[in-house]
């Protein structure tokens, strides 16, 4: 499959910015999606996931109550909805599928075969 991410900015500190990715090339619906984020010295990390329906959801501790991940299996589009950013949410933010055979969330990169290209985020203070 093949993601293409975009959406990303700059923003001040309080203010919000919504990702989409958009796949092509499979069944949208037969994969889990996630958000990952790669700032400069830090390795990449695990920002959202979403089951293949959408119904379950999970999230880094730091981005809980800020951040929303969505997902539109009729648009093929993901989305990570970014509210009250803060200057260390600055990054690239990767999106990313991993085939599932069922409804769950994972959160670990190595679960993860099909990247996008990245969309930069910069929140300045």
């Known amino acids: 499959v093949q993601l293409q991410a975009s959406g990303g900015g700059l923003v001040q500190a309080g203010g919000y910015l919504r990702l989409s990715c958009v796949a092509s090339g499979r069944t949208f619906s037969n994969y889990a999606l996630a958000w990952f984020r790669h700032s400069p010295g830090k390795e990449r990390e695990f920002v959202a996931t979403?089951?293949?329906?959408?119904?379950?959801?999970y999230y880094t501790d730091s981005v809980k109550g800020r951040f929303t991940i969505t997902r539109d299996n009729a648009r093929n589009t993901v989305y990570l909805q970014m509210n009250s950013l803060k200057p260390e949410d600055t990054a690239i933010y990767y999106c990313a599928a991993a085939a599932a055979y069922d409804d769950g969330t994972y959160s670990h990169r190595d679960h993860y075969s099909f990247w996008g290209q990245g969309t930069q985020v910069t929140v300045s203070s």
């Open positions: 979403i089951s293949r329906s959408g119904y379950n959801s």
